[in-house]
């Protein structure tokens, strides 16, 4: 069974800080790797996508790496909002196919 | 801009009814995918499919069934819904740029 483990589950920070959301996976054989944010009662948005072959991806304030060989992803927010408060999510791939989702990250940035 | 799209959104049955949630994509993706999901917990994977007339059970046993007779449309059936199916079903399609959601489906069985 695939597993994929976030830490922390939970963070709390002061608008205006940066932070770092993780997430770590078994195999490191991995297809591709998501991640995603969800506000309560909502479905997922697509954050950013990093291909086997690439190290990181970025859009706007967010910052995506992936390092295969420690089976390590990190999602790094730069001056966090509080529009920024949400559920964040790591999914992997190995095939293309089904996503392995992580249980998540639930972010609150204080005003 | 939304390409998958659920509806209802939100829906109110009493048990015993028979109710079909709709998932449509306009992406022309092959691969379509439901997973259901309790408040603030995690999801899980209950029906897939990687094509027309491919339909597959997920991780999650569940007594939903689902058909794939066009490749745009994935709906979720119940055929006889109960307190126990109270939760959001999320619909999903991936393709070689990952995966994108739907809105989800709340569903509330009285």
């Known amino acids: 069974k695939q597993e994929v483990t976030q830490i922390p589950a939970a963070l709390s920070v002061p608008e205006g800080e940066n932070l770092v959301l993780n997430c770590s996976f078994t195999?490191?054989?991995?297809?591709?790797l998501q991640w995603f944010r969800q506000d309560p009662g909502k479905g997922l948005t697509s954050l950013l996508l990093?291909?086997?072959?690439?190290r990181e991806q970025t859009s706007g304030r967010l910052n995506a790496s992936l390092d295969k060989s420690s089976g390590r992803s990190t999602l790094y927010i730069a001056a966090s909002q509080p529009g920024d408060s949400a559920t964040y999510l790591c999914?992997?791939?190995?095939?293309?196919?089904?996503?392995?989702f992580g249980t998540g990250t639930s972010l609150t940035v204080i005003p | 801009e939304a390409d998958i799209y659920q509806t209802p959104r939100y829906l109110v049955i009493g048990t015993g009814k028979k109710i079909t949630l709709e998932c449509s994509q306009t992406?022309?993706?092959?691969?379509m995918y439901w997973y259901q999901q309790d408040p603030g917990m995690e999801l899980h994977l209950i029906h897939y499919?990687?094509?027309?007339?491919?339909?597959e059970k997920g991780d999650l046993s569940s007594e939903s069934t689902v058909s794939r007779i066009r490749t745009e449309h994935f709906p979720l059936t119940l055929e006889s819904a109960r307190p126990s199916h109270t939760s959001q079903y999320l619909c999903?399609?991936?393709?070689?740029?990952?995966?994108?959601f739907g809105s989800g489906t709340r569903l509330t069985v009285v």
């Open positions: 195999d490191s054989a991995i297809y591709n």
């Open positions: 990093i291909q086997s072959s690439q």
């Open positions: 499919s990687y094509g027309v007339n491919s339909t």
């Open positions: 992406m022309g993706h092959d691969k």
């Open positions: 999914a992997v791939t190995y095939t293309g196919n089904q996503f392995y």
């Open positions: 999903a399609s991936s393709a070689h740029n990952g995966y994108t």
